[in-house]
């Protein structure tokens, strides 16, 4: 480990499928305790660059680094020891188990031995609690299904699970894509609680009034390249909607538009 | 924050705690209502009372002796029928797959002369082998179980039939009593104890039930099957093999089948090729009766036992009253459609009830 390493570099990493250029040179740090927002448009890339990652794909040309070694991910499971979390929007939670089933699925913790080894159901739904508290939900009925929690909820479990098992860096795949104005609000404060617990967050979303308020560094991706990489502070919200928009492309839009009623008139 | 049903964790009150208004108070009901076996156990509460007060036999000792026999036979399958259908599968095979295991042994005892018990062991392996090639196929080729398990059903009922009989030149294999060993594997599976002539495969059910139990509700293997049923992507998402479950599943089917076929056999020192074929059905109504959703992820072993003591309780309790006992298919199906339509609004209320 290198001191004063960030937690995770991404240096100029393309891929391809076939002929097709998904990803081109991109590159971006992630730190602790911070938030990276990847934006863009579909097919910018945005799921490459994820999956890439979390260990889905391998990339074909760059490097990753993490914590200044150099990381080489076959798949989902060596990227997730190595401390890479990844939530995927509908696919995280089983709706009909129970808060602290879902919580600790695959991981139970367990106590005694052989044929009487069983899950310590009490510590389980404590550690759940507090978890969940830290994220600042408080867990009045540790049974309830995960089915009767609304939508940023089910991600709040998800996120909280993820950390609780030792997630450095939270990859969190369009967490408000499908919710609506008020359930986003109540992700972005997880998102913020989890940076505020030292994880690096990559927050992937088209939306950048959601990316906004909680990014500390903003990257957009278009049509598989790196757009732009801007620190906070060093671009304006109107700014970052106009880049996400495609910038010169929706001027021209506008001018063209313009044109065609003036014509008409 | 206080609440009476939470109370017993350590109140560390949160720095940040954001009170979610949302979150209902848990009252004994819904506690009850989240229960899968509720429902099968009012109904099996209230067909029982209906059958005590209408004949004269079925609340006596005896009538329970009897009805708690046929209970027990359907009962050991249906519990793994039920552990498997919370994994998100069927069997079909499992019904054919009694008579099978009872033929199989019969062979073995009779024609081949192995002792009764080592002929008990080697059919249970049998089963276990069958299992998990219904399992393999399900996972390797992704194909509904429903249809790989139908073509194992009609493989194991040609089996059933053909080796049987080239081998015996009847249907049936006869003569078991007089297999070394056949004694003590009677009173450990076939027998019966207590003056009431209760049927020892009614502990077995007792038992392999509260297993099953223990297992759903203590064990990791209990919480991967939930999760696996429930959602077979995002269970692999977070690392629980759900391959080896359910492969583990189609053979814990097979044996429990397998058990049943052994115990009938012994029961009656011989077996016929047909034995077993339709019992599939029941052991599916007994488990969907208990709680058991189709499309997986919820249920409970309790509920498939109560299904099958439903099943049990109707078919003496009809038999009891003099009535023509082709009404029982009648019954099977009305209590089916009642199980369905109650289990559908339960999930209904249970899974996405808010977005």
């Not at chain 1, 369009?174 to 994880?199: D, H, M």
Request: charged share 20%; aromatic share 8%.
């Amino acid at each position: 480990m290198t001191a004063g390493a960030p937690l995770l570099e991404i240096e100029h990493v393309s891929k391809y499928f076939g002929n097709v250029i998904a990803l081109n040179d991109v590159s971006t740090t992630v730190e602790d305790g911070q938030v990276t927002c990847v934006l863009g448009d579909n097919g910018a890339g945005k799921s490459t660059f994820i999956k890439i990652l979390s260990g889905v794909h391998r990339r074909d040309e760059g490097e990753i680094r993490m914590a200044g070694e150099r990381v080489d991910f076959a798949s989902p499971r060596e990227a997730k020891e190595a401390g890479i979390a990844t939530v995927f929007q509908d696919l995280a939670t089983v709706p009909l188990m129970s808060i602290w089933r879902n919580f600790f699925l695959g991981s139970e913790p367990t106590r005694g031995v052989g044929p009487l080894r069983r899950i310590d159901v009490d510590d389980a739904k404590r550690t759940m609690r507090e978890e969940m508290r830290r994220m600042g939900i408080d867990v009045r009925d540790p049974d309830q299904p995960v089915g009767t929690l609304s939508g940023g909820e089910r991600q709040a479990v998800a996120i909280a699970r993820a950390i609780h098992f030792g997630a450095r860096v939270l990859i969190l795949d369009e967490p408000t894509s499908a919710l609506g104005v008020k359930q986003s609000g109540i992700v972005l404060r997880y998102i913020v609680q989890a940076r505020e617990r030292g994880v690096g967050v990559i927050f992937i979303s088209h939306n950048p009034h959601h990316a906004y308020p909680v990014g500390d560094r903003f990257v957009i991706l278009n049509r598989g390249k790196l757009q732009g990489s801007w620190k906070r502070g060093e671009i304006s919200r109107d700014e970052l909607v106009q880049m996400m928009a495609g910038g010169a492309e929706l001027d021209e839009l506008t001018h063209e538009l313009e044109q065609e009623l003036q014509k008409s008139q | 924050m206080t609440n009476p049903a939470t109370t017993a964790t350590p109140p560390t009150p949160p720095p940040t705690s954001v009170v979610d208004e949302r979150m209902a108070r848990v009252s004994l009901l819904t506690k009850l209502l989240r229960r899968p076996e509720l429902g099968a156990l009012l109904a099996a509460a209230a067909i029982g009372l209906f059958f005590a007060v209408t004949t004269d036999e079925f609340g006596t000792l005896d009538g329970a002796a009897n009805w708690t026999d046929v209970a027990s036979t359907l009962g050991i399958p249906a519990v793994a029928v039920a552990l498997l259908m919370i994994g998100g599968e069927f069997d079909l095979s499992a019904g054919v797959m009694t008579g099978t295991a009872g033929l199989f042994m019969g062979i073995l005892a009779t024609e081949v002369g192995m002792d009764m018990w080592p002929a008990i062991l080697l059919t249970l392996v049998a089963a276990a082998a069958v299992g998990f090639i219904n399992g393999y196929m399900v996972v390797r080729t992704k194909l509904p179980s429903f249809i790989v398990t139908l073509a194992t059903f009609f493989v194991l009922q040609g089996v059933n039939l053909g080796v049987t009989k080239s081998i015996t030149g009847t249907v049936r294999v006869d003569g078991l009593a007089d297999v070394n060993g056949y004694d003590s594997a009677f009173n450990l599976l076939g027998g019966s104890f207590s003056s009431y002539d209760y049927r020892v495969s009614v502990l077995w059910w007792v038992g392999i039930t509260i297993l099953a139990t223990w297992v759903l509700a203590r064990t990791r293997a209990g919480n991967w099957i939930f999760g696996v049923g429930g959602d077979a992507v995002a269970a692999r998402n977070i690392g629980v093999p759900v391959s080896r479950v359910k492969i583990a599943l189609f053979m814990t089917t097979a044996v429990c089948a397998a058990l049943a076929g052994i115990m009938v056999a012994l029961r009656l020192a011989s077996v016929q090729a047909s034995q077993g074929v339709g019992d599939e059905f029941n052991y599916i109504i007994a488990a969907v009766v208990g709680g058991c959703l189709l499309t997986g992820g919820f249920g409970s072993a309790v509920g498939a036992a109560l299904g099958a003591l439903i099943i049990g309780m109707a078919f003496i309790g009809i038999q009891f009253s003099g009535w023509n006992t082709d009404w029982r298919y009648l019954f099977l199906g009305v209590i089916l459609l009642i199980a369905v339509l109650v289990n559908n609004f339960v999930r209904r209320s249970a899974e996405g009830a808010r977005k």
